[in-house]
């Protein structure tokens, strides 16, 4: 049973940093899609950056691009989620998820393991 669980949410000012970090376990094989989600409230949950761990490939949504860098330690099975130049926008709980099949994707109905959140808040 994959089990992933998120640390490193809090607050911040704007133009800050934070680091989120995922811990993950139970995965069957090496190369597995990961994706870090985010959902403010009243909104949809919306796609970060997604992550293979194999290739360690990244792909991110425009909204935070040159600005988060997803990154994972192997030894670990920890992907982290490296957040500079915080804006007020970027308040949101954030999600660590994982895919059980393979092909990129942005679409959380596709994503099968979540952890439980960590909160980030911006004060402008």
């Known amino acids: 049973q994959v089990q992933l669980v998120e640390s490193g949410g809090g607050s911040v000012q704007t133009g800050g940093s934070l680091r989120l970090s995922c811990a993950a376990s139970g995965f069957s094989r090496n190369n597995n899609l990961m994706a870090w989600f985010r959902q403010a409230p009243g909104k949809e949950r919306e796609g970060v950056a997604t992550f293979y761990t194999g290739s360690q490939t990244t792909l991110y949504a425009e909204a935070v691009q040159g600005r988060f860098t997803v990154s994972q330690d192997k030894a670990s099975n920890t992907m982290y989620l490296q957040m500079n130049n915080l804006k007020p926008d970027d308040s949101s709980m954030y999600y660590c998820?994982?895919?059980?099949?393979?092909?990129?994707?942005?679409?959380?109905?596709?994503?099968?393991?979540w952890g439980q959140g960590t909160q980030v808040t911006v004060s402008s």
């Open positions: 998820a994982a895919r059980a099949s393979i092909g990129w994707s942005f679409d959380p109905s596709d994503f099968t393991y």
